[in-house]
């Protein structure tokens, strides 16, 4: 089983490269994700079994998060047959500095996409920490060529600055994992996994058990978008084609918040949780901040996506470091995911009627494109945690914890920096949305892709239907998931 | 310590010291391929008494990529970048040296105060490590090429790789090969983006990619 939902994309990936008619290689990339989005379901029915001596396992967190990663690429992978038909053998007119440039070539493309599946998937299996690392760094090697698929000056400085500020970050975690084995010196022999380290925590050395952590904390920390180390997420997130900056926010930053809560485990399992706690908190509170600031009077409204993704790992952050919020964190964790997925593949949609990024240029959505002007209206209700959508049960639930561990001024912050991005991202999308067309709007071409609309409507769905009612089993997993993640 | 393994862990602090004074970009790539053979011997010549397949697969593995093949993945891109041949840093080349002077300082003074939990022998390593780890950060804060950022990304992970060889002897087939692989894709895609950024840009000056900011 584990297998399969690793050989599944990897060997579709590596068949990619080699197709050359477009139209099989279009069906090979939706097959792939449809047999993988199926292979998931069935471990809902009861988890395999480990594999590989228990360096792969599929436990109630990785089930979690594979699940989201699994339904986004599903989404993201029938999008990309609708926009590789329209993208994918024209040349483009650059928005800000308006010269032609050509697309890197499509085998390429839905290759890499199906490896970033197989690499994500390694990284929701992985129980060992070198694999963890091994997967977490795979994710960015083969996301990079997805990144600069428009062959253009902004998106090549975008995937030059991802790979070096990602690569330098993940390689200070593989530091990590040395001061973790350094830590575990007393038991040779004991295996690297999270499970393995937690039953023994109480041999671990405390002073490099914190070492270790704050190293993988900078490490998968940069991966997952905390600020201060989030500097390269706006520039690669904007610049990407948004069915990729869709599955980077939506899935990879989880796949590193996973295996930060992966470590968060052992040191609880040791008794620091206060200290881990405290770091997550103030990381978490840091990113909202720095988030908001670059919101409010953002001019591309990409960017803007990327910075509430910042804000929104941000929030993922302070849940887990009040500890008995870290259910709520996960469920958050998949409100955003969708939410923003759905956000992004709209924004898409956006551009390619506007032909622009520049929030400046873009009046009137409502009018001239409806569906996406709707959508995009929602989804902004959806992500500043407005009722009746997912993200607001879960908010509201991180704040209940915050109040009843008795962190007052804490949530009061919270409270006022989503407040912020509130007002800061009302301003920017209500101006886009009402009013008269814009002269780049007036010729925008009709609606009528279904590859392209469907799936940002039926995330919009998910998204509306978990704020009004969540599935008690979706409830039973993020529980045990935190569980198996060690919280208090 | 054998005499072996101290003659090439000071060949090691040299090399760093090399990197940090060189002019010439040729001259910095070849001195981090050679540091990369020294790491990559270095389990062999610890170990003389107790060689396995294993080890020497492994080392023969790590030797050849950072010896060979990163050297020519890197000497291509900068063949395809054509004149481009000084390292032209932030930094001057006396004040590196001095920053790399301090940088011992500060490794020999940090890992005095470690336990020496290693393995009998490469305790003394970890020194070298920490002072590997602060020169690779060093290289890509203070210069300005795109190839040499690569170098700095080599020169730490070879940073880590020293330090793990220190500690964490432990470190399972799979996973070292897994890393291994990872760092070939990384110098492997990091040498296709220079490329297209040479042939985007005409030059390789991370510090004009500028276009992206709020």
Redesign the interface.
């Given at each position: 089983m584990i297998w399969a939902l690793l050989g599944v994309p990897m060997v579709a990936g590596a068949a990619a490269f080699l197709i050359r008619p477009d139209g099989p290689r279009r069906l090979l990339l939706l097959a792939a994700a449809l047999a993988h989005a199926l292979l998931t379901a069935a471990c809902w029915g009861g988890l395999p079994g480990p594999a590989l001596g228990g360096y792969l396992e599929l436990d109630a967190a990785g089930r979690l998060f594979l699940s989201l990663t699994s339904v986004l690429f599903l989404a993201a992978a029938v999008y990309a047959v609708g926009f590789l038909k329209s993208a994918g053998h024209t040349k483009e007119e650059e928005d800000a500095e308006g010269f032609l440039f050509d697309n890197a070539p499509e085998a390429v493309f839905t290759g890499c996409l199906l490896l970033f599946l197989g690499t994500m998937s390694l990284s929701a299996l992985s129980q060992h920490f070198g694999l963890l690392w091994v997967g977490i760094e795979a994710t960015t090697l083969v996301s990079a060529p997805l990144i600069h698929f428009h062959r253009q000056r902004r998106s090549l400085e975008a995937t030059w600055k991802y790979l070096l500020i990602c690569s330098v970050g993940i390689a200070l975690a593989l530091l990590g994992n040395f001061f973790l084995a350094v830590a575990a010196r007393l038991h040779p022999d004991l295996l690297m996994t999270g499970r393995e380290l937690a039953a023994h925590a109480a041999e671990l050395d405390v002073t490099w058990l914190k070492a270790a952590f704050l190293l993988f904390l900078v490490g998968y920390g940069t991966k997952m978008g905390l600020a201060p180390l989030h500097t390269w997420l706006p520039d690669a997130h904007s610049e990407a084609p948004s069915v990729v900056s869709a599955l980077l926010s939506g899935a990879l930053l989880n796949c590193a918040f996973l295996a930060l809560m992966r470590v968060n485990a052992v040191l609880c399992a040791a008794g620091l949780a206060d200290f881990t706690g405290g770091l997550f908190m103030g990381f978490g509170l840091l990113s909202m901040a720095v988030a908001a600031a670059f919101i409010i009077g953002q001019t591309d409204f990409k960017r803007m996506l990327a910075y509430s993704s910042v804000e929104h790992m941000g929030v993922l952050a302070f849940g887990v470091g009040l500890g008995s919020a870290a259910p709520a964190a996960l469920l958050h964790a998949v409100n955003h995911s969708l939410t923003k997925a759905m956000l992004f593949l709209t924004a898409g949609n956006l551009l390619a009627a506007a032909r622009t990024k520049s929030v400046g240029e873009i009046r009137g959505l409502l009018r001239a494109v409806p569906f996406s002007g709707f959508l995009w209206l929602m989804g902004f209700l959806a992500i500043t945690g407005s009722p009746p959508f997912g993200p607001f049960i879960s908010e509201l639930w991180i704040l209940q914890g915050a109040l009843s561990r008795h962190h007052g001024a804490l949530a009061a912050l919270y409270l006022a920096l989503l407040g912020a991005v509130f007002v800061g991202m009302a301003t920017i999308v209500l101006k886009m949305s009402h009013g008269e067309p814009s002269e780049r709007l007036k010729a925008a071409p009709a609606e009528d892709d279904p590859w392209r609309l469907w799936p940002p409507a039926l995330l919009a769905a998910a998204v509306l239907v978990l704020g009004l009612w969540v599935p008690r089993p979706l409830l039973n997993a993020v529980k045990e998931a935190a569980v198996v993640l060690g919280a208090r | 310590m054998s005499f072996w393994v101290e003659s090439l862990v000071i060949l090691v602090v040299l090399s760093n010291l090399r990197v940090l004074g060189a002019s010439r970009l040729s001259a910095c790539i070849q001195t981090v391929a050679f540091q990369g053979a020294l790491l990559g011997l270095l389990p062999v010549l610890a170990n003389l008494d107790a060689l396995t397949v294993r080890l020497l697969l492994q080392a023969g593995a790590s030797t050849f990529l950072k010896a060979a093949v990163f050297p020519w993945l890197l000497g291509r891109a900068l063949r395809q970048a054509g004149l481009q041949r000084e390292v032209e840093p932030f930094v001057g080349f006396t004040a590196s040296l001095a920053a790399g002077v301090l940088f011992l300082g500060a490794a020999l003074w940090l890992g005095a105060r470690l336990p020496q939990?290693g393995p009998e022998g490469l305790g003394r390593l970890v020194p070298t490590a920490l002072f590997t780890?602060f020169v690779g950060?060093f290289v890509?804060v203070s210069r300005r090429q795109?190839v040499t950022?690569v170098l700095g990304?080599l020169i730490?992970?070879n940073g880590?790789y020293a330090?793990?060889m220190a500690?964490?002897e432990?470190?399972?087939l799979?996973?070292e090969l897994?890393?291994l692989?990872?760092v070939f894709?990384?110098v492997f895609?990091?040498g296709?983006?220079l490329f297209?950024?040479h042939r985007?840009?005409d030059h390789l000056d991370?510090d004009r990619?500028t276009?992206?900011k709020?």
């Amino acid at each position: 089983m584990i297998w399969a939902l690793l050989g599944v994309p990897m060997v579709a990936g590596a068949a990619a490269f080699l197709i050359r008619p477009d139209g099989p290689r279009r069906l090979l990339l939706l097959a792939a994700a449809l047999a993988h989005a199926l292979l998931t379901a069935a471990c809902w029915g009861g988890l395999p079994g480990p594999a590989l001596g228990g360096y792969l396992e599929l436990d109630a967190a990785g089930r979690l998060f594979l699940s989201l990663t699994s339904v986004l690429f599903l989404a993201a992978a029938v999008y990309a047959v609708g926009f590789l038909k329209s993208a994918g053998h024209t040349k483009e007119e650059e928005d800000a500095e308006g010269f032609l440039f050509d697309n890197a070539p499509e085998a390429v493309f839905t290759g890499c996409l199906l490896l970033f599946l197989g690499t994500m998937s390694l990284s929701a299996l992985s129980q060992h920490f070198g694999l963890l690392w091994v997967g977490i760094e795979a994710t960015t090697l083969v996301s990079a060529p997805l990144i600069h698929f428009h062959r253009q000056r902004r998106s090549l400085e975008a995937t030059w600055k991802y790979l070096l500020i990602c690569s330098v970050g993940i390689a200070l975690a593989l530091l990590g994992n040395f001061f973790l084995a350094v830590a575990a010196r007393l038991h040779p022999d004991l295996l690297m996994t999270g499970r393995e380290l937690a039953a023994h925590a109480a041999e671990l050395d405390v002073t490099w058990l914190k070492a270790a952590f704050l190293l993988f904390l900078v490490g998968y920390g940069t991966k997952m978008g905390l600020a201060p180390l989030h500097t390269w997420l706006p520039d690669a997130h904007s610049e990407a084609p948004s069915v990729v900056s869709a599955l980077l926010s939506g899935a990879l930053l989880n796949c590193a918040f996973l295996a930060l809560m992966r470590v968060n485990a052992v040191l609880c399992a040791a008794g620091l949780a206060d200290f881990t706690g405290g770091l997550f908190m103030g990381f978490g509170l840091l990113s909202m901040a720095v988030a908001a600031a670059f919101i409010i009077g953002q001019t591309d409204f990409k960017r803007m996506l990327a910075y509430s993704s910042v804000e929104h790992m941000g929030v993922l952050a302070f849940g887990v470091g009040l500890g008995s919020a870290a259910p709520a964190a996960l469920l958050h964790a998949v409100n955003h995911s969708l939410t923003k997925a759905m956000l992004f593949l709209t924004a898409g949609n956006l551009l390619a009627a506007a032909r622009t990024k520049s929030v400046g240029e873009i009046r009137g959505l409502l009018r001239a494109v409806p569906f996406s002007g709707f959508l995009w209206l929602m989804g902004f209700l959806a992500i500043t945690g407005s009722p009746p959508f997912g993200p607001f049960i879960s908010e509201l639930w991180i704040l209940q914890g915050a109040l009843s561990r008795h962190h007052g001024a804490l949530a009061a912050l919270y409270l006022a920096l989503l407040g912020a991005v509130f007002v800061g991202m009302a301003t920017i999308v209500l101006k886009m949305s009402h009013g008269e067309p814009s002269e780049r709007l007036k010729a925008a071409p009709a609606e009528d892709d279904p590859w392209r609309l469907w799936p940002p409507a039926l995330l919009a769905a998910a998204v509306l239907v978990l704020g009004l009612w969540v599935p008690r089993p979706l409830l039973n997993a993020v529980k045990e998931a935190a569980v198996v993640l060690g919280a208090r | 310590m054998s005499f072996w393994v101290e003659s090439l862990v000071i060949l090691v602090v040299l090399s760093n010291l090399r990197v940090l004074g060189a002019s010439r970009l040729s001259a910095c790539i070849q001195t981090v391929a050679f540091q990369g053979a020294l790491l990559g011997l270095l389990p062999v010549l610890a170990n003389l008494d107790a060689l396995t397949v294993r080890l020497l697969l492994q080392a023969g593995a790590s030797t050849f990529l950072k010896a060979a093949v990163f050297p020519w993945l890197l000497g291509r891109a900068l063949r395809q970048a054509g004149l481009q041949r000084e390292v032209e840093p932030f930094v001057g080349f006396t004040a590196s040296l001095a920053a790399g002077v301090l940088f011992l300082g500060a490794a020999l003074w940090l890992g005095a105060r470690l336990p020496q939990a290693g393995p009998e022998g490469l305790g003394r390593l970890v020194p070298t490590a920490l002072f590997t780890i602060f020169v690779g950060l060093f290289v890509i804060v203070s210069r300005r090429q795109a190839v040499t950022q690569v170098l700095g990304y080599l020169i730490l992970e070879n940073g880590i790789y020293a330090f793990g060889m220190a500690f964490a002897e432990h470190q399972p087939l799979l996973v070292e090969l897994g890393i291994l692989l990872d760092v070939f894709m990384a110098v492997f895609v990091m040498g296709i983006t220079l490329f297209h950024i040479h042939r985007e840009f005409d030059h390789l000056d991370t510090d004009r990619l500028t276009a992206l900011k709020d």
